[in-house]
């Protein structure tokens, strides 16, 4: 059965490459506790989510935990991989000095989802899964921001953006807006049964998500159904990786532009596939460099409600590996919560 587990000290530092004279990271975040609660082996079962009280008792404001599966990716006929990033992402974030510049006691590792999985399942199987990994993330979601908190999730498959949308949106009782720094549009019809193709349009559709916005958009990995849908919905709003290219504009420029008229309850999504030369199901020679993406995080200055990274893989199942895809994950990471110190 699908579960959470959550982490204790002792799973932190194993994680933690100590040496004396300097502090890592790792040994300074906090993990969650609570008295009130007596979880056999510290994991939660399908549906239940940590105490929201207890969680308003510990200083962090950042929240991380990790979805590693790749099962909403199969569902769209993508390459399987997606599941490999959490744990390297994990291992180089912890490991990162502690110092002046970014310090560990704001951050709660909370731990990672156990999702059972089925290498032969068929499509229509694996999109039923999906379903019940909404299921078990969003209340978990909810938990952590109805405390006052900022998830932070390394995923996974972009399937994830719909539980994390309704999470927070049920969690503040109102629609939220969200930034999608992504080469697809990820607006499929979710009638066909959900995959990571379709998790923006069933969070339109379920009135979770008002605001959309994508940016780095290809104009050659969009079909005409969801050009539609773009073309006859207001509140989806797109910038073309093309254009960008075309006219030289200026990526921060350009954010700011499409964020006009969002409102300040606002997530944000970085699909990795959208960075040039970072391995995922969707990998591509032609898109934003790691530090394009790095300088908007530290320039946007904006308070997000939420960060989701998804779609990297440190290994796929064809056998491609990327041996730093957890060192560029930990690097925005780390770059998002300096931001919010400047915001």
Same mark, same amino acid.
């Given at each position: 059965m699908p579960s959470f587990r959550i982490f204790s000290q002792s799973d932190i530092l194993s994680l933690v490459d100590q040496r004396i004279g300097e502090t890592k990271i790792g040994e300074k975040v906090a993990?969650?506790?609570? @008295? !009130?609660?007596?979880?056999?082996?510290?994991?939660? @079962?399908? =549906?239940?989510?940590?105490?929201?009280?207890?969680?308003?008792?510990?200083?962090?404001?950042?929240?991380?935990?990790?979805? @590693?599966? !790749?099962?909403?990716?199969?569902?769209?006929? =993508?390459? =399987? =991989?997606?599941k490999t990033a959490w744990q390297p992402a994990l291992k180089c974030l912890l490991n990162m000095q502690q110092n002046t510049f970014f310090k560990g006691e704001n951050i709660l590792v909370l731990g990672e989802f156990n999702i059972p999985d089925d290498d032969s399942a068929t499509v229509e199987n694996l999109r039923l899964m999906v379903s019940q990994i909404d299921d078990l993330v969003y209340p978990m979601i909810h938990a952590i921001v109805a405390a006052g908190k900022i998830p932070i999730v390394i995923g996974g498959g972009h399937n994830n953006c719909y539980p994390i949308i309704k999470g927070t949106s049920l969690a503040i009782n109102a629609k939220i807006d969200v930034l999608n720094i992504d080469a697809h549009a990820d607006l499929r019809n979710p009638e066909e049964g959900r995959h990571s193709g379709n998790g923006f349009s069933a969070a339109i559709a379920h009135q979770f998500l008002d605001q959309y916005r994508i940016l780095g958009l290809k104009q050659n990995y969009i079909n005409q159904a969801q050009l539609d849908f773009i073309s006859h919905h207001d509140n989806v709003k797109a910038f073309y990786l093309d254009d960008i290219l075309a006219y030289q504009q200026d990526l921060r420029v350009t954010a700011e532009i499409l964020l006009n008229r969002t409102k300040s309850a606002l997530g944000l999504e970085i699909d990795l596939d959208s960075v040039t030369g970072a391995l995922s199901s969707a990998s591509t020679p032609s898109g934003f460099t790691l530090n394009e993406v790095r300088q908007l995080l530290l320039q946007l200055q904006r308070k997000f409600k939420y960060l989701h990274i998804c779609e990297g893989a440190y290994q796929l199942a064809n056998g491609q590996t990327d041996h730093n895809m957890g060192k560029k994950i930990a690097l925005l990471v780390s770059d998002f919560i300096k931001s919010h110190q400047l915001a």
């Open positions: 993990v969650y506790h609570s @008295p !009130d609660e007596k979880i056999g082996h510290n994991t939660l @079962p399908l =549906g239940k989510a940590i105490s929201i009280n207890a969680l308003k008792q510990h200083t962090a404001k950042f929240v991380l935990l990790g979805i @590693p599966e !790749d099962i909403g990716v199969r569902a769209n006929y =993508g390459i =399987g =991989g997606a």
